[in-house]
């Protein structure tokens, strides 16, 4: 298996680079794609993760190890994940994460000389795995997760997982998903359970600005957010925003479509619909109905203007997307029947009295009005959205102590 996925990797490398060039908006980095990452000699330890997810966690694991004077680079696969590196870690350019071939991973790992390699959640690279336990160098998988959508397709290749998962640790969120990897392969004395790093984020560094930013194009009427809307959910989210206005008609929407691409067919969607829908890129004027987010970095600071807010890809079988955001922000945080890759962080949120779930465009819409008509029921689902939150964070410095025991010495 792992001759034929290198033979395979090799022969479909120029169709991914062309594909990089294509979809990457300017942050195709092919030199660093072939392993040409900056050359380092203080041994730092490289975090990596895939895109904007991934990074707010590796960003919060970079900053503890670095007050404990580790040095830390970045990478990313994504041009999303490679620009909030950027933008949020002043210490060093991120690097555009280097396809699995031998040679690319062997440049990249004598380029950069790291004392440890850290991948943030479900990434698996065999031949950049393997070559690194080889020379020494551990391998870390922190946050662990393997979804059920995930779980099927990787039981099809366990043997390509297990050669990659031989000489690695894993720190998995869950007991559920520790015993994922190890059926999968991974050594049951290199695995353990430390919690879910996301518990402990807070918002960008750049937070307060980019909400007063944002906020000129809000006026205080009633407004609730729908963010990561994603592909045959934005007319969902659309509908459900007409029956809040036959409820409260002064109610505006911040749409904000999980992939920008979309943000030009949300507009075009809201207008049909008979809003008087913007983007957020054009500058607005403060008289719309529906405002398309279409910016990078601002779904925090709209989730923190809103009375209420939907977390999208539950209310299509998609598997649902972050669902603590908002609650950090002591929202009300509503969510539809998919919550697959978030269950057990929807499951807490509802337990709490801080989440509510929708199973339609009816639901959505009756939902969202009752919080937008009543600000101290919307108060009290915020706060305990909030507090159940709280209770589980913790994961990122036990995680940090766990990589600094072993680290090699």
Known sequence: MSI?????????????????????????????????????????????????????????????????????????????????????????????????????????????????????????????????????IPVFVVNGRISDRS?????????????????????AQN???????????????????????????????????????????????????AGSVREGEETAVIKAHERVREKIPAARLILAPRHLSRSSLCLEACRKAGFHAV???GEPETDWDVLILDTVGELWSAYSLCSAAFVGGSLVNMGGQNVLEPAFLEKPVLFGPSTENFREDAER?????????????????DEVSKFLADSERARLHGQRAAEAVSRYR????????????????
Not at 55 to 75: D, G, Q
Not at 394 to 409: D, F, H, M, Y
């Open 4 to 136: 034929l996925y290198r033979l395979l990797t090799f022969l479909l490398t120029p169709l991914w680079l062309l594909y990089l060039l294509v979809r990457q908006r300017g942050q195709a980095r092919l030199r660093e794609r072939l392993g040409f990452l900056p050359v380092r000699q203080d041994s730092p330890i490289w975090i990596q993760g895939v895109s904007v997810g991934e990074i707010r966690i590796a960003l919060k694991l970079a900053s503890v190890l670095r007050e404990r004077s580790l040095p830390v680079v970045l990478s990313s696969t994504t041009a999303a994940g490679l620009a909030l590196a950027a933008r949020e870690w002043p210490f060093g350019e991120p690097a555009a994460f280097p396809l699995d071939l031998a040679s690319s991973t062997e440049r990249a790992l004598e380029r950069l000389k790291p004392r440890a390699l850290v991948v943030v959640e479900t990434e698996l690279w065999p031949v950049l795995f393997r070559k690194a336990v080889k020379e020494g």
């Open 151 to 171: 779980l099927k397709r990787v039981q099809r290749l366990k043997t390509l997982y297990a050669f990659a998962l031989e000489g690695t640790r894993i720190a």
């Open 175 to 225: 007991e559920e998903h520790a015993l994922r990897f190890i059926t999968l392969g991974a050594k049951k004395h290199r695995t353990v359970v430390l919690g879910n790093l996301k518990y402990d984020l807070s918002p960008p560094s750049d937070f307060a600005d980019t909400t007063a930013e944002l906020s000129r194009f809000c006026s205080a009427t009633p407004l609730w957010t």
């Open 279 to 281: 983007a957020r890129s």
């Open 349 to 365: 949120l509802l337990a709490a009295g801080g989440a509510v779930r929708v199973n339609n465009i009816a639901e959505l819409g």
């Open 394 to 409: 913790g994961a990122v410095e036990r995680t940090v102590s766990w990589i600094e025991k072993n680290l090699p010495g």
